[in-house]
């Protein structure tokens, strides 16, 4: 299954912000297995969003948007994308109830129209609470099974949601399981140049770096270089399995003597 990031906000745009959600999501999809081909950033306009939803679902199964669903007058997204995808606005009594015991232990009683607005949610979706904020977010499917994840801009929303409830409902759509181990090659001050950066790294490693599955890959560090090794496999146990050989491979590759250790990422 390919999913495809999306990030709501003028803010990030702008530069005011950085977009660590998107980092976050990207490391918790190859994780359960889900392969993550594009990352999109939007600021908060009606029109701009639904032409970045027609391009990611041209080219992906599902999307995860965080950002927009906020008690403001710019925090849209939910709204155009009840309209994008044909659903109905109906109240949530529970999100309703969560919301208004939360203002209550802030010290407030009234629940203004501009916060329970963060209560409307897409008529027959998986509604996803919220228990460390105010809005909830929802998974869409279509008839076509193309699926739309919404979850809140702050990380502190976010994370936990994805942890709770996110991770659990893609996780079943997954077919395969991801394993990366880190080889971590000696830096510059602790061996010669001409063995240990990055691309005489690379030269040693050879034909190991067009490898399929495994995947390895070389990243320049200030600390020394590394080398990911990424094993798809229908079990962690499986794709554990391979990149443990692969890693050893590499070892070898490179000399046993240049490396740190190895592991898991």
Do not use: W
């Not at 679902?57 to 965080?66: A, C």
């Not at 869409?140 to 709770?164: I, S, Y």
């Amino acid at each position: 299954m390919v999913i495809e990031i999306i990030s709501v906000g003028t803010e990030i745009l702008m530069g005011n912000i950085v977009n660590t959600n998107a980092q976050y999501i990207a490391s918790r999809l190859a994780h359960l297995g889900l392969d993550s081909y594009y990352q999109t950033v939007v600021g908060d306009n009606p029109d701009r969003i639904r032409g970045v939803l027609d391009v990611a679902f041209s080219r992906s199964d599902g999307v995860i948007l965080t950002g927009g669903l906020g008690p403001t007058k710019d925090d849209l997204t939910k709204e155009m994308l009840m309209e994008y995808f044909g659903k109905e606005p109906v109240m949530d009594e529970k999100a309703l109830a969560m919301l208004q015991e939360r203002i209550n232990r802030n010290g407030f009683r009234e629940l203004t129209d501009s916060l329970k607005k963060q209560a409307i949610v897409p008529k027959d979706s998986l509604i996803l609470y919220n228990h460390h904020g105010t809005a909830p977010g929802c998974v869409m499917e279509r008839t076509d099974g193309k699926v739309c994840v919404l979850l809140p801009g702050p990380p502190k929303e976010m994370q936990p949601m994805f942890e709770e409830a996110v991770e659990l409902y893609l996780g079943a759509k997954s077919d395969k399981v991801l394993v990366s181990l880190n080889v971590k090659v000696l830096s510059k001050q602790e061996a010669p140049l001409s063995i240990v950066g990055e691309s005489p790294v690379a030269d040693r490693l050879g034909e190991l770096l067009d490898s399929q599955n495994p995947t390895v890959a070389t990243y320049a560090k200030e600390d020394g270089c590394l080398v990911r090794v990424t094993a798809a496999g229908k079990s962690r146990e499986e794709a554990l399995a391979l990149a443990e050989e692969m890693a050893k491979k590499c070892k070898e590759a490179i000399g046993a003597e240049y490396v740190r250790y190895i592991k898991e990422d």
